[in-house]
């Protein structure tokens, strides 16, 4: 029946027999993953249950959003569920970028440094802090930058990062995702030891996790292992596939209502912000967001496996525990990126028709492939696949809000390499 749907769909039945195999011998990892939702599943019903969420929550608020109901008690969800004094949860942060500025140059004046002790950033944050030149960057602002990059086994560089601790150092932001380079993602437990080393050399440092697609794949979050703020974007796990927009600041109550001064304006800061009718949407994805990552974590350990099967370097491997949603598979070369991304985008409910090309995107220092047939437009917690045209030609493989369409994807992916004769099966 499956076999009959698939061929419909374009997956020769030797690319779905082999997926099957694959499959079969995940089980036990895949119900691991699904006991982590149902914790996480409940997290949120309990912070949901404890606040007293109600239909008046999803009222909707214009204009400058005075005493939004809906919004102050989102705040207070996720705080509950972050395990933080405060959040700011905002469809006026736009994206995992800007809730990342926000927490940066709230907490950063000038004569102050940034220190990324887990080498370089996100690429977009380059631009924000000025590694790459850019207007109202924070160096423009006067704030200095250092980094300590990872030893050559993934691992802290302890001595590297002592050293560069200095009487300036007021700021230090972890990445837990490994964005688009290849080292590993670090686990919460990782990330925790890291704090606690950071600070038993300078106490009063601030310490920021970029959260982005790490959230609810494990049990705890960076903000249960001492991250002063945990950072992250509504169109990626917690906003459940349903968030139109979005972006979360969670972290210490003085910390937090300086990012909200500075997203708005001094004297202002919290009070305002009107929520223009998405409350409902952040509201019902947050609460699918276990599940939902669930799933898109099973799409990930599935590509790790295939793709391992078929000889390509899977980051992380096959069997390897996840910390993130994100798989890269290095493709070896710029054709087989195409292939890969015209799979997956061949298999969105949105957009299937298209084939994805590489160009330019701005905050990117190179070309960026993207495949996405998403429902609310640059999701990536919906399918997608990304990566910048550069060695070793690593496609970045996330989401999925049904593990069904990332295992679609996958098969398809694997059909148009088996197609283009990059591989054989
Ligand atoms: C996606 C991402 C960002 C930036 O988020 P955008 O929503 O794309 O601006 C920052 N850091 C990491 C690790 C990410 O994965």
Known sequence: MNKQMYLDLNVSNKVYEMGE???NELKPRFEEIDKIAEYN?????LAMQKNRVDVSCFQTTTGYGYDDIGRDKLEKVYSDVFHTESAL???????GTHALTVALSANLLPGDELLSPVGAPYDTLEEVIGIRESTCSLKEYGVTYSQVDLLQDGTFDYDGIKKAINAKTKMVTIQRSKGYSTRPTFSVKQIGELIAFVKSIKPELIVMVDNCYGEFVETIEPSDVGADLTVGSLIKNPGGGLAPIGGYIC?????VKRCAYRLSAPGLGQEVGATLGVMQKFYQGFFMAPTVTAGALKGAIFAANYYQKLGFKAIPNATESRHDIIQAVELNSEKAMCAFCKGIQSAA?????????????PGYEHNVIM????????????????GPIRPPYAVYFQGG?????????????????????????
Do not use: W
């Open 371 to 386: 495949a996405a047939g998403a429902f609310v437009q640059g999701s990536s917690i919906e399918l997608s696949a990304d």
């Open 41 to 45: 599943q409940n997290k949120v019903l």
């Open 251 to 255: 972290g210490k109550d003085e910390l």
């Open 401 to 425: 809000l049904t593990f069904y369409h990332a295992k679609l994807g996958i098969l398809r992916s694997v059909q148009e390499l088996l197609n283009e004769h990059l591989i054989d099966i």
């Open 349 to 361: 409910p949105v957009d299937s028709y298209v084939t994805p090309i590489p160009g330019y995107m």
């Open 89 to 95: 949860v905002r469809p006026q942060i736009t994206c």
């Open 21 to 23: 195999t694959i499959l």
